[in-house]
């Protein structure tokens, strides 16, 4: 994989916070080779590290885009919910924001089964085919069709199962990084010191107080 020249900087990135870690009393030990010091109760993760660890998902990421290979990407933080989708629509990757649904990926043949009914009941919204149904059929469907949007309308045209996915927070995603790891799918996520940092092929020490 080609190294390339990111716009990193240290400045920008202490100003917003992002070395600011859990308290001391509730650290993974995993991460003490990236914790730089202990201030009033605090750690300070090392964010020379950081920079590193962030400049290799960015090829990772980079080198995947540039072969259209799918990237996903997973935070479901109501802080959070937004902005990962605008970062993920602005830069054309599928995301899920709500609610990671158990086996969303380990099961991929029921969720493409979910997608489909999905796509088609948004096609009979936009042609208006709802509207010629009886009035409970026709309630039936959008509510069925308002749950779908709500979440997968992040994944609506996902086509296989993602080639990467990146986890916005360790402890709340989970459930969404161990399936990766059972499908043997490439993870990048964002962890902080209460984190366990080898559970992904890239992690990134990070304040996560979204």
């Given at each position: 994989m080609a190294r390339r020249y990111w716009n990193t900087n240290l400045e920008e990135m202490l100003e917003a916070g992002v070395h600011f870690g859990y308290g001391t009393r509730k650290w993974n030990p995993r991460m003490a080779p990236y914790i730089f010091a202990k201030r009033k109760g605090i750690h300070i993760t090392n964010l020379t590290r950081t920079v590193r660890f962030l400049l290799e998902a960015c090829d990772l990421v980079f080198d995947a885009a540039s072969k259209e290979k799918q990237l996903l990407i997973v935070g479901t933080k109501n802080k959070a919910a937004d902005l990962v989708a605008q970062a993920a629509i602005r830069a054309w990757c599928h995301y899920v924001n709500k609610k990671w649904l158990g086996g969303m990926l380990r099961n991929w043949p029921t969720t493409e089964m979910k997608l489909h009914k999905f796509r088609d009941l948004r096609t009979e919204?936009?042609?208006?085919?709802?509207?010629?149904?009886?009035?409970?059929?026709?309630?039936?469907?959008?509510?069925?069709?308002?749950?779908?949007?709500?979440?997968?309308?992040?994944?609506?045209?996902?086509?296989?199962?993602?080639n990467i996915v990146i986890i916005v927070d360790q402890q709340e995603e989970y459930t969404a990084l161990r399936e990766c790891i059972t499908l043997g799918i490439p993870t990048i996520y964002v962890t902080d010191t209460n984190s366990d940092l080898d559970l992904a092929d890239i992690s990134i020490p990070s304040m996560m107080t979204l």
């Open positions: 919204q936009k042609m208006g085919g709802l509207n010629h149904l009886l009035k409970r059929d026709t309630v039936m469907l959008k509510r069925q069709l308002s749950r779908l949007q709500t979440y997968l309308g992040g994944i609506k045209y996902i086509m296989r199962l993602p």
